[in-house]
């Protein structure tokens, strides 16, 4: 190995000994372990790897018998395959996924991204249990030489997955770069260990005619092109899509505005894709969901269906009102409505 490929192994050793000391020994001893002590810790993997670079450099300048490269091979698939482990039990114990249960009676829309990927994971007990039945046996096998590869192999879509949402769904930095590590040391394995299958992954033993042979191809092309053009896009109405906050709201010429949050006043109108249509009076519990038709002078229908079929309709008028603001006026259940909706 080249100089600068002991360094590059040595710091990935390093991270993933940090990283993976700092994760378990603040969970586990921060009662009886400062957790500044514990954070000190686990940077001074950092401060060693450039001595172990120079102690390994200096052996096989001299010719000496160099077992640096297996050690420092074994550490990572240790701690690995620890964290690994660890994160399965702790699925398994119900001591991941958790959100309180008065957030999950809150509106979806005011989820953070980390918070929604604990609510859908936490939905399921049995799914989380699965994932965590593998990352223990894929930690089992990548402790071992013999079935490192293999286990690396499960890790991998595992670690690919965790690590999008960690940086697609904004979860704090540590997590993001727990997750980075460790799908840097499973990468590095899967080459170290599996190098010599890669040419047989892309091997050609297609024997057959030239036209034949591109058929499949070619229709692998053409089939998503000839139904993405077929297809209607389900947002008809791109330029009303959205989100409206009610604003001079009158019922039958008399003015309503909500004074307190406990208010039940018409607050807010959603026109969605799919030409959906949601009231809500003030509360997410407090609404109409249906269906709109727009004519071409602005003639409104919507048919509501829930929260029961047939209770009744909203017929107005719908018209451009300035920029980022519509006017909308109707009749519904035997009252006159009219109001400005403004887009948030």
Same mark, same amino acid.
């Given at each position: 190995?080249?100089?600068? $490929?002991?360094?590059?192994?040595?710091?990935?050793?390093?991270?993933?000994? +940090?990283?993976?000391?700092?994760? =378990?020994?603040?969970?586990?001893?921060?009662?009886?372990?400062?957790?500044?002590?514990?954070?000190?810790? &686990?940077? #001074?993997?950092?401060?060693?790897?450039?001595?172990?670079?120079?102690?390994?450099?200096?052996?096989?300048?001299?010719? =000496?018998?160099?077992?640096?490269?297996?050690?420092?091979?074994?550490?990572?698939?240790?701690?690995?395959?620890?964290?690994?482990?660890?994160?399965?039990?702790?699925?398994? $114990?119900? #001591?991941?996924?958790?959100?309180?249960?008065?957030?999950?009676?809150?509106?979806?829309?005011?989820?953070?991204?980390?918070?929604?990927?604990?609510?859908?994971?936490?939905?399921?007990?049995?799914?989380?249990?699965?994932?965590?039945?593998?990352?223990?046996? &894929?930690?089992?096998?990548?402790?071992?030489?013999?079935?490192? =590869? #293999?286990?690396?192999?499960?890790?991998?879509?595992?670690?690919?997955?965790?690590?999008?949402?960690?940086?697609?769904? &904004?979860?704090?930095? +540590?997590?993001?770069? $727990?997750?980075?590590?460790? =799908?840097?040391?499973?990468?590095?394995?899967?080459?170290?260990?599996?190098?010599?299958?890669?040419?047989?992954?892309?091997?050609?033993?297609?024997?057959?005619?030239?036209?034949?042979?591109?058929?499949?191809?070619?229709?692998?092309?053409?089939?998503?092109?000839?139904?993405?053009?077929?297809?209607?896009?389900?947002?008809?109405?791109?330029?009303?899509?959205?989100?409206?906050?009610?604003?001079?709201?009158?019922?039958?010429?008399?003015?309503?505005? &909500?004074?307190?949050?406990?208010?039940?006043?018409?607050?807010?109108?959603?026109?969605?894709?799919?030409?959906?249509?949601?009231?809500?009076?003030?509360?997410?519990?407090?609404?109409?969901?249906? $269906?709109?038709?727009?004519?071409?002078?602005?003639?409104?229908?919507?048919?509501?269906?829930?929260?029961?079929? +047939?209770?009744?309709?909203?017929?107005?008028?719908?018209?451009?009102?300035?920029?980022?603001?519509?006017?909308?006026? +109707?009749?519904?259940?035997?009252?006159?409505?009219?109001?400005?909706?403004?887009?948030?």
């Amino acid at each position: 190995m080249k100089f600068l $490929q002991k360094l590059l192994l040595c710091l990935l050793s390093a991270f993933v000994v +940090g990283l993976v000391f700092r994760r =378990l020994a603040s969970k586990y001893a921060a009662d009886i372990i400062p957790v500044d002590f514990i954070y000190l810790a &686990a940077y #001074l993997p950092l401060l060693i790897a450039p001595v172990v670079v120079f102690i390994w450099y200096s052996r096989e300048r001299r010719g =000496l018998a160099n077992a640096i490269k297996i050690w420092i091979m074994q550490i990572i698939a240790f701690f690995l395959a620890l964290d690994l482990a660890m994160f399965g039990l702790q699925k398994l $114990q119900k #001591l991941q996924m958790l959100i309180p249960l008065g957030m999950l009676d809150s509106p979806f829309s005011s989820f953070s991204g980390y918070n929604l990927v604990w609510a859908f994971f936490h939905f399921s007990y049995g799914f989380t249990s699965i994932i965590a039945l593998l990352q223990i046996i &894929a930690a089992a096998l990548i402790l071992f030489k013999r079935t490192r =590869l #293999l286990g690396s192999l499960i890790a991998l879509p595992m670690l690919v997955f965790i690590t999008l949402l960690d940086i697609f769904y &904004a979860m704090p930095l +540590g997590v993001l770069a $727990q997750g980075i590590v460790l =799908l840097a040391a499973v990468i590095y394995f899967i080459v170290a260990e599996g190098g010599h299958l890669f040419p047989l992954l892309f091997k050609c033993s297609d024997n057959s005619s030239t036209p034949v042979k591109w058929l499949w191809p070619a229709l692998f092309v053409l089939i998503p092109i000839l139904c993405a053009f077929h297809l209607q896009h389900p947002n008809r109405h791109p330029e009303l899509t959205g989100k409206y906050r009610v604003e001079n709201l009158k019922i039958d010429n008399v003015p309503y505005k &909500a004074r307190f949050s406990t208010d039940s006043i018409l607050s807010h109108v959603y026109l969605d894709i799919a030409d959906e249509v949601v009231f809500s009076w003030n509360d997410y519990r407090r609404i109409r969901i249906g $269906q709109y038709k727009l004519g071409k002078n602005g003639d409104i229908h919507m048919q509501w269906r829930y929260p029961a079929s +047939g209770i009744g309709t909203f017929k107005g008028i719908l018209r451009p009102n300035g920029a980022h603001q519509l006017k909308l006026a +109707g009749k519904m259940d035997g009252k006159r409505y009219q109001m400005i909706l403004m887009k948030e």
